[in-house]
Nanobody
Framework: QVQFVESGGGLVQPGGSLRLSCAASGSISSLYVMGWYRQAPGKQRELVAGFRGGGSITYADSVKGRFTISGDNAKRTVFLQMNSLRPEDTAVYYC???????????WGQGTQVTVSS
């Protein structure tokens, strides 16, 4: 069984930054299969950024150049550094497995990010 606890969200003005954290526990062999997802009101959950095999990373086109995913295996924590935030980044952000095979059925509670002036 796996467990994800996301934190670090909040209210930020356009152009601001936030750093999200995800503490992972359970049967996860490596953090470098993890990804960040988000779900805005009335929209489907989408991938924001995720680690793939061989050290590569996938980013959604809408966040390329602004967001950076990283991980600390020793602390079993995945991070999402978000810069130059826009109102359209407003969503609940979740972490979960990305590669291979996509996310687990279980999701954590997520962390709310609101970008507004």
């Amino acid at each position: 069984q796996v467990q994800f606890v996301e934190s670090g969200g909040g209210l930020v003005q356009p152009g601001g930054s936030l750093r999200l954290s995800c503490a992972a526990s359970g049967s996860i062999s490596s953090l470098y299969v993890m990804g960040w997802y988000r779900q805005a009101p009335g929209k489907q959950r989408e991938l924001v950024a995720g680690f793939r095999g061989g050290g590569s990373i996938t980013y959604a086109d809408s966040v390329k150049g602004r967001f950076t995913i990283s991980g600390d295996n020793a602390k079993r924590t995945v991070f999402l550094q978000m810069n130059s935030l826009r109102p359209e980044d407003t969503a609940v952000y979740y972490c979960n497995k990305y590669w291979p095979g996509g996310p687990y059925v279980y999701w954590g509670q997520g962390t709310q990010v609101t970008v507004s002036s």
